[in-house]
């Protein structure tokens, strides 16, 4: 599960890690309260806007504003609340903002020297360990770094069963070519941040530019956080920060009734038993030319009313002109599903896409009898190739 900006710094702070001070706001009016609040705290009248999206890049897309006085807060707010934010990691629609932070600014006007670093942590899952990666190439791409610069790049492995040794977290400051107290609060900052990924059974950390400014202070400015849903039992007050409007809507609607969905950009809509079966037919319809429009997996039981969960969820994307079907009756019998999907098919009574029904397994041949005899434009096919054929045929 992805976080905002906001909930990710929150997590890092109550464990310590030094944060950038902000407060969401969802109006220009909350955002002005926002600033004068901040200001009290920490005596700085110059903020920071930043659009909340699940996605990077918001500084280029203009999501990222300074404001030196109240009045500009207002207005700088005013302009990103409701924008649709375009970045390099979104569509070309972009994101629509629903709420800004509101952060103090860090890089003291007429600051010389702000460093910027980069910080990760995440799994390696070929070495079984942690990883810290960092560069003193913050604040830019790091893509971009990886690919001009990778010696620039640095990783510490950390055992999980150990956990992070004081040397490492030297080392990291050593290699970001820090001293003195700077040193030391990057060694605090390090040891802070993984504490933070364990304890919160992240899947991924990421902060970047981790900033130094003058008065050496070591601080998050930008935090993207995964949490792993597997843990989330563990996390309850974890759940609440789940931003479904950041989520694609047919895939919230399929997991509210338990599919396995994954949307994608192509046309043929396909319904399938088991992952490994709904990968393989997804090959299967790139082979006969077509494009897969989803990801679905219907699990063991596709009784009519799964059938019908199914097929309402697929036929949501508008861009679905074909829908196959491809099940194999191992625990559930070919027949039952057969009579499920006739049964759907009816019940709902607006599907006008060609569907195309592969079943193979227990009653096969019953299966296919009950879909010929439907009297629906629904196409049987027992084999695999026979049903990319048809798919095929209908959609050329
Ligand atoms: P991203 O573009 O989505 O990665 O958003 P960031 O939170 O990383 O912000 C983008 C850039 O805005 C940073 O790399 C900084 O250079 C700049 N920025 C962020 N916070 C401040 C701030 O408090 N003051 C100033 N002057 N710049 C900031
Ligand atoms: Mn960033």
């Keep these: 599960m992805n976080l905002h900006e906001y909930q990710g710094k929150e997590i890092l702070n109550s464990f310590g890690v030094e944060i950038q001070r902000g407060i969401v706001a969802t109006t220009p009016s909350e955002a002005v309260e926002a600033a004068r609040k901040l200001t009290e705290e920490t005596g700085t009248g110059w903020h920071v806007i930043k659009a909340q999206v699940h996605a990077g890049g918001r500084g280029k897309g203009g999501g990222v504003k300074l404001a030196k006085n109240l009045g500009e807060v207002e207005e700088i707010a005013g302009q990103i609340i409701g924008m649709n934010l375009v970045t390099p990691q979104t569509s070309a629609e972009g994101k629509k903002v629903h709420q800004v932070l509101i952060a103090e600014d860090v890089y003291y006007p007429g600051d010389s020297e702000p460093e910027e670093y980069y910080m990760s942590v995440l799994l390696d899952r070929a070495k079984g360990k942690n990883m810290i990666m960092y560069s003193t190439e913050g604040g830019m791409d790091i893509e971009a770094v990886a690919e001009e610069t990778p010696h620039l790049i640095f990783t510490e492995e950390i055992d999980p069963a150990v956990g992070l040794l004081p040397f490492q977290a030297r080392r990291i400051a050593f290699n970001l070519g820090l001293s003195g107290i700077a040193f030391k ?127 309402k969820i697929i036929l949501r994307d508008p861009s679905v002109k074909a829908i196959l079907v491809n099940i194999f009756g191992g625990i559930v019998r070919c027949d039952r599903v057969a009579q499920g999907i006739v049964d759907a098919y009816k019940n709902m009574g607006n599907i006008n896409v060609p569907i195309i029904v592969r079943l193979q397994g227990t009653n096969a041949d019953l299966a296919k009898e009950i879909i010929d005899n439907s009297g629906l434009d629904v196409q049987s096919a027992i084999e695999f190739q026979e049903a990319a054929d048809k798919v095929q045929a209908v959609m050329s």
Aim: proline residues 2%; glycine residues 8%; aromatic residues 8%.
């Design 185 to 311: 609060k990057m060694t605090k900052f390090v040891s802070a941040l993984y504490t933070a990924y364990i304890k919160s059974d992240s899947s991924l950390f990421e902060i970047n530019p981790v900033l130094k400014t003058s008065d050496d202070r070591i601080i998050a400015v930008d935090a993207k956080v995964t949490l792993d849903d597997n843990a989330l039992f563990r996390h309850k007050d974890y759940a609440a920060l789940r931003d479904e409007r950041e989520e694609n809507p047919i895939e919230v609607e399929a997991k509210a009734v338990g599919l396995n969905y994954v949307d994608l950009d192509g046309n043929v809509g396909c319904m399938v038993n088991g992952a490994g079966l709904a990968m393989a037919t997804m090959d299967l319809i790139k082979q006969a030319g077509g494009e897969p429009a989803n990801f679905l997996d219907v699990g063991g039981t596709a009784d009519a009313e799964r059938v019908e969960a199914a097929f």
